[in-house]
């Protein structure tokens, strides 16, 4: 019912708001080559294949089919939904727990998937930062931009390389997970004191 209210209320109220009609749409929807629409769909349907292997990798004993349609049902849900991206996760939680695994190695798989697609995300938008101010700095423009451009990228780097780290090495897990313990143990003994 939540699902259908929205897309009544989304079918109503996106042309209003963009100021434009579903006819307009239509048109230029229409007007996509096919070729080059069935070409996104493969390159699509290529990268949620690529990305079974991560999720095979993060809950071992995860069929590679069983990684797709978890991708696939957790995205439909979260970017239907709102909020719908802890309603993913429950869905994906559910799903691995009917087919035999462990709350923990749920869990474990929902952290590590979700710290991989961090650090990919990061890394791809750091790669183009990059890349984006040392081409404004060698044409000589706008040397503000390329500086801002540079600070982002190191930003990023400096978040990025840490959470590649927590992905590559369970040592540097090890430890975060202790240092994390000892804060949630604090943080209650002092909300039991109170």
Do not use: F
């Amino acid at each position: 019912v939540l699902v259908l209210l929205t897309a009544a209320v989304l079918v109503a109220l996106v042309p209003h708001a963009a100021g434009t009609t579903w006819g307009a749409v239509t048109g230029v929807v229409a007007g996509v080559d096919p070729w080059a629409c069935a070409g996104l769909v493969a390159l699509w349907a290529a990268g949620l294949w690529c990305y079974t292997w991560v999720l095979t990798a993060a809950l071992p004993g995860l069929s590679r089919g069983r990684a797709l349609l978890l991708n696939l049902s957790g995205s439909a849900v979260s970017n239907v939904l709102p909020l719908g991206g802890a309603a993913g996760v429950a869905l994906n939680a559910a799903m691995t727990r009917s087919w035999g695994h462990s709350r923990r190695e749920t869990a474990s798989y929902a952290v590590v998937s979700n710290v991989v697609d961090v650090v990919g995300k990061l890394v791809v938008a750091g790669g183009i930062t990059a890349v984006s101010a040392l081409s404004l700095h060698a044409a000589g423009l706008d040397p503000a931009g390329s500086g801002a451009l540079l600070l982002t990228g190191a930003a990023v780097a400096v978040v990025g390389l840490p959470l590649g780290l927590l992905a590559v090495s369970a040592r540097a897990t090890a430890l975060l997970g202790r240092g994390l313990q000892r804060v949630v143990s604090a943080a209650g003994a002092a909300a039991a004191h109170q």
